[in-house]
């Protein structure tokens, strides 16, 4: 019992000793390329229904806690680092997807009701205003950060600069302006 060679391969590999099948032969390796690449990609990591996806694997829209909705943009998942104010980052990864683990982090540290994050799609700007100021009034420009992952999750379109909201004093109540 001998190999079995099928009629395309017996083909192929005659016109190469003639050289007219030199094309073919480019194409079918373009392919099989193709193939192996595509195979590699299958078991690329995925997300999980409840949470991220994990490092260079493609954006999902799981909504994340405390949200009750899919986020506008895709969620992708980085490594945090920290700074000396206690903020942390990046809040977003290189194609704009929000890092969910920053968002997981301004979550717990705001614990169940986090305002920022729970803000939604159609927030007002004074809703916006008193979620920004609601952490630690006065003395939170992570509120910023928080408000930034927010505005892209919601997709929320103003013009609303929550650093200089805070910086400016407007979150400290007027008895207890200097």
Request: with cysteine.
């Amino acid at each position: 019992m001998g190999i079995q060679r099928s009629p395309l391969v017996i083909s192929l590999f005659q016109g190469l000793r003639s050289g007219t099948q030199w094309p073919v032969l480019g194409v079918i390796i373009g392919l099989l390329v193709m193939s192996i690449a595509l195979a590699s990609c299958a078991g690329s990591p995925q997300a999980t229904p409840n949470g991220p996806v994990e490092h260079g694997a493609q954006a999902t829209f799981a909504i994340l806690a405390p949200a009750t909705v899919r986020p506008h943009v895709g969620e992708c998942h980085e490594t945090l680092a920290f700074g000396n104010d206690g903020a942390a980052g990046p809040l977003f990864c290189r194609h704009g997807q929000i890092n969910a683990n920053a968002w997981a982090f301004y979550a717990k540290m705001d614990g169940p009701r986090a305002p920022i994050l729970s803000l939604g799609r159609n927030a007002t700007l004074t809703e916006i205003k008193l979620a920004v100021c609601t952490p630690e009034p006065g003395s939170n420009p992570m509120a910023a950060d928080e408000y930034a992952l927010s505005k892209a999750y919601y997709g929320l379109r103003n013009n609303f600069d929550a650093l200089q909201w805070i910086s400016r004093g407007n979150c400290i109540p007027p008895q207890d302006r200097g």
